[in-house]
């Protein structure tokens, strides 16, 4: 039985807590490989297809023109995706200090980006955004959390956190769009295991819950190792019914939530999915190297991790205000 919202205690205080901490320094010592060294990688075409799978997102909610703002940047893996759907302006946050640097630098080296970006290290989720973003009251039309915001459900303040600051930085209309890990299909995993196990793996990741009596709300932490990327990293189930509600609170509907499988199947098999604004999916799958010139893909291992995430989208339809 899930505890109602209102069941939940809250806990902590809105700061950089331990968990957060242990976050920033697994990203901030992850070592940034070259081209070579990532096209060896043993999730190459894993990282092909989750980037595939942004770009899709990315394409089908951004206008030209637009403005954004990535809550969890990274090392600026989306720049060139951003670039291609000619956007005007990009702000950058990150709570990995060294990934800030990187996604700059990368920048820095872009010939000819058509956009012009910030960077700023910032604890999203525990923080407003307010601490370092200039101007204040910056608003976006697109907010991406890609692959990132499972971290704010350590607890029910993080997550009132995060959407306040989605929502204060977000246009009317705008929309809030990411990746996350899907929590009905970790659960399944979870429930299918025998007797006492909490973990379950194969060649290229593992997943470690603590215990699989309860199903809290928020705090619902595992562990993630994957290969060449994370070494046992905590992270917390996303429970989708309680996002909805929540963000609903911060003047945002839901337009979808799809597990990435699906998202690929609908993409490519829908004409007017396939193919929008000058951009042809199915043809990006072999320009992102998703399928190689050889015509190999994902391997099985592989393909059973992808399935682990979903795409979402949400539009703000309502003002929101914190005073
Ligand atoms: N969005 C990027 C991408 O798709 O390439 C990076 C994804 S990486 C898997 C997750 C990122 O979330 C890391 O860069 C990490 O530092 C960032 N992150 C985790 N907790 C955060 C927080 N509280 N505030 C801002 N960023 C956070």
Same mark, same amino acid.
């Given at each position: ?24 320094? &697994? ?15 043993t999730?190459? &075409? ?7 799978i ?28 951003w ?22 630098? @990368?920048?820095e ?5 058509g ?13 407003p ?20 915001? &499972? ?8 997550? @009132? ?5 989605v ?23 979870? @429930? ?7 973990e ?23 562990? +993630?190792t ?9 992270e917390?189930?996303? &429970? +989708? ?7 609903r ?29 000058g951009?042809?999916? @199915? ?34 339809v ?6």
């Open positions: 039985q899930q505890p109602t919202l209102e069941e939940q205690t809250i806990v902590d205080k809105p700061s950089y807590s331990k968990i957060a901490k242990q976050v920033a320094d &697994h990203y901030n010592t992850r070592p940034q490989f070259g081209i070579e060294k990532r096209q060896e990688s999730i190459f &075409h894993l990282r092909a297809f989750n980037n595939w942004k770009s899709v997102l990315i394409g089908r909610h951004t206008d030209r023109n637009d403005k954004v703002l990535d809550m969890g940047c990274g090392k600026g893996g989306d720049l060139r995706k670039q291609k759907v000619n956007i005007r302006e990009l702000v950058g946050m990150d709570i990995a200090q060294v990934s800030v640097e990187q996604a700059q630098d @990368r920048y080296k872009m010939r000819n980006p956009f012009k970006a910030r960077f700023y290290s910032q604890d999203c989720y525990g923080r955004l307010t601490d370092t973003i200039q101007p204040k009251d910056y608003k976006a039309n697109i907010v991406s959390l890609q692959f990132c915001m &499972h971290y704010a459900f350590e607890t029910e303040v993080k997550v @009132r956190q995060m959407l306040q600051n929502s204060n930085h977000l246009e009317i209309g705008g929309r809030f769009v990411g990746t996350i890990p899907d929590c009905y299909w970790m659960v399944k995993k979870l @429930r299918s295991l025998k007797g006492d196990q909490l379950w793996s194969n060649s290229v990741y593992k997943v470690r819950f603590e215990q699989k009596s309860k199903y809290p709300v928020f705090g619902h932490k595992y562990w +993630f994957l290969k060449d990327a994370l070494d046992d990293c905590p917390y189930l996303v &429970h +989708f019914p309680t996002f909805i509600k929540l963000a609170e911060y003047g945002m509907e839901l337009l979808y939530r799809t597990p990435s499988h699906q998202y690929y199947m609908e993409t490519i098999s829908t004409p007017q999915l396939n193919n929008l604004k951009q042809n999916y @199915r043809n990006l799958l072999f320009r992102m190297n998703v399928i190689d010139e050889m015509g190999r893909g994902p391997s099985p291992d592989e393909w059973e991790v992808t399935g682990l995430y979903l795409a979402f989208a949400f539009k703000k309502r003002h929101w205000s914190s005073s």
